[in-house]
């Protein structure tokens, strides 16, 4: 639990600062990295390679963003984490544009962002990394303590304008907002007024919550709001009630969920985090992270009411994300044995159909969603939103008896196509091959066609469809002239990995290869949820992403995304 104390003198700490200046920055100002050409979704080599890291957005989050970058630089000595403000508006803008790796947003982004943000070729990717209790401020001298949603709304939109009318002095309310570039403006807004509806024109408009606290403090007519970790003894934070009984603001309230203003803390990536990025993201939400939340005032992620929700989801999917799936939940469980987490196969496209259909929290896919799975989930009410947990180099396989060690592309392609039939054809044993194929829902069969055949050309009729990874391993093993495909988690001595060549050269399928970027058939292993994940499916995401996560990823034969 937060400890009260503690949380308003670190507070007061930083108003002092930011009263002062209005954005701040822990490290030299200097020029952001150059953004590489890979995104989310593309293979990273890790933090070592982006060890400068541009943040800028929300006054709201500013705090916690310094206090976790000057915390992880004194342990990363080679880092380097350049914070700065100006509103959740901006750190937007400045993502869309390309100029910084993090925006802060104390506000999700907003359609016509998203829109803006793709047309410039960016993928707009949310994070939660902490809540937050917005607070609705008076002087202290004021004596007014409580107020319904209707009477802030009233005051805000200029219904209400004399302390009089909500039980205070005859005296005219003085309205301390936000800039509209801020995101803890476009929250109050769309959360009190509704966002159909004007804040009242004169409104005196400050860039920042230590403006409002400053404003406030030094007049005893004033009303403001702010984040809960700017809250002193300058202001009297007021009970709310939006038809449930009055709640005050504190810790505690938030903490249960009672509080009607909490809101999620939010990064926004361009597509899934690599590098300094992800480290750094996944370095607040750690357990060191968590006290440094708590320290600035906040809350962290999994602290929120939908996390206390949501103790039980359902993962069905890929047969090749299965293995690391099963792992990760069997070792969160051990950890967190209030929550339950059920994993199933099925294949890909099962994985999928079964989120469009609302049955499942996650979906796992050893390929990318088709445009056709996401038209459906949109008429359904679905929104997929793709995370890439962990690589995977696809293996192709013969049995071990087998003289064939390596083949081109163009010889693979032709086994499976059927204008290669037998071994000797590409310098095996004059025999008919077996060709071992993966049914249609496999997300694997989907990736192979599209990577060696080409999605326009059908596979041979007579190859044999297997269900799972272990299926094929099993048909090929026991077949001296079978041939198969199986992800590397599943290679074992009872089948041989052949190398394969796209034409720079034979390459083997080695864990060296795969994380060298070298060999040609590596792939993304994704999560698909509905959404940006929230409470426990978040949690379990993170988890897999997280440096405990990275261990199992690797012992059960993946590879991390960092």
Request: hydrophobic letters at 35%; aromatic letters at 8%; charged letters at 20%.
């Amino acid at each position: 639990m937060v400890e009260r104390s503690k949380i308003l003198s670190i507070a007061l700490t930083l108003i002092m600062v930011l009263a002062l200046f209005t954005a701040g920055c822990v490290s030299n100002d200097e020029e952001p990295a150059e953004p590489t050409e890979s995104s989310g979704d593309d293979y990273s080599t890790g933090a070592e390679e982006s060890e400068e890291l541009n943040v800028k957005g929300s006054t709201t989050v500013l705090p916690l963003a310094q206090a976790a970058a000057e915390t992880y630089m004194e342990n990363h000595p080679e880092a380097s984490i350049s914070i700065s403000g100006g509103g959740s508006g901006t750190g937007i803008a400045a993502l869309i544009d390309g100029d910084v790796h993090i925006a802060m947003a104390s506000r999700q982004i907003k359609d016509s962002e998203i829109e803006e943000a793709e047309a410039n070729g960016i993928d707009p990717v949310e994070h939660v990394i902490a809540w937050d209790g917005l607070t609705v401020v008076v002087n202290p001298e004021n004596p007014v303590d409580q107020l319904t949603y209707d009477q802030i709304k009233g005051i805000y939109d200029g219904s209400i304008s004399n302390w009089a009318d909500v039980g205070g002095p005859d005296k005219e309310i003085v309205v301390i907002n936000r800039d509209s570039s801020s995101g803890t403006y476009g929250y109050f807004q769309g959360e009190v007024l509704g966002d159909d509806n004007e804040f009242r024109e004169d409104a005196v408009s400050t860039s920042s919550n230590g403006a409002v606290l400053q404003s406030v403090s030094q007049n005893d007519a004033a009303i403001g709001y702010i984040g809960f970790a700017y809250l002193t003894d300058n202001v009297k934070g007021l009970d709310v009630n939006k038809g449930d009984g009055m709640v005050a603001p504190t810790a505690e309230n938030i903490l249960a969920g009672d509080y009607p203003l909490a809101r999620p803390l939010h990064f926004y990536t361009n597509g899934q985090p690599t590098g300094l990025a992800a480290d750094f993201k996944e370095y607040i939400l750690s357990e060191e992270g968590t006290e440094i939340v708590y320290d600035v005032g906040y809350f962290p992620a999994e602290s929120s009411s939908e996390t206390a929700e949501a103790e039980e989801i359902n993962v069905k999917g890929s047969t090749t994300v299965l293995p690391l799936a099963q792992a990760a939940a069997e070792t969160y469980m051990e950890n967190h044995p209030e929550a339950s987490i059920s994993i199933s196969g099925g294949g890909s496209g099962t994985g999928i159909a079964a989120l469009i259909d609302g049955d499942v929290h996650i979906a796992m896919a050893s390929r990318q969603i088709k445009d056709s799975e996401i038209e459906e989930a949109e008429a359904n009410g679905i929104d997929p939103v793709e995370h890439v947990i962990a690589w995977d180099g696809l293996t192709v396989v013969v049995n071990p008896a087998n003289s064939v060690d390596q083949l081109t592309y163009d010889q693979i392609k032709g086994i499976y196509d059927g204008s290669i039939s037998n071994w000797a054809d590409v310098g095996g044993e004059d025999e008919e091959i077996v060709v071992i194929n993966r049914d249609s829902s496999s997300g694997t069969y989907g990736y192979f066609q599209e990577e060696v055949l080409g999605e326009e050309n059908e596979f041979r009729p007579d190859a044999l469809a297997q269900s799972s990874n272990g299926a094929v391993v099993q048909a090929v093993s026991q077949n001296d002239a079978a041939i198969g495909y199986i992800g590397f988690a599943y290679l074992n001595e009872n089948v041989k990995g052949v190398d394969v060549n796209k034409g720079d050269g034979m390459v083997a399928p080695t864990s060296e290869n795969i994380l060298a970027g070298d060999y040609p058939l590596a792939r993304p292993l994704h999560f698909y949820t509905d959404g940006q994940t929230t409470g426990l499916a978040a949690d379990f995401k993170e988890y897999i992403l997280s440096e405990e996560g990275t261990e199992i990823v690797y012992e059960v034969g993946y590879f991390p995304v960092e």
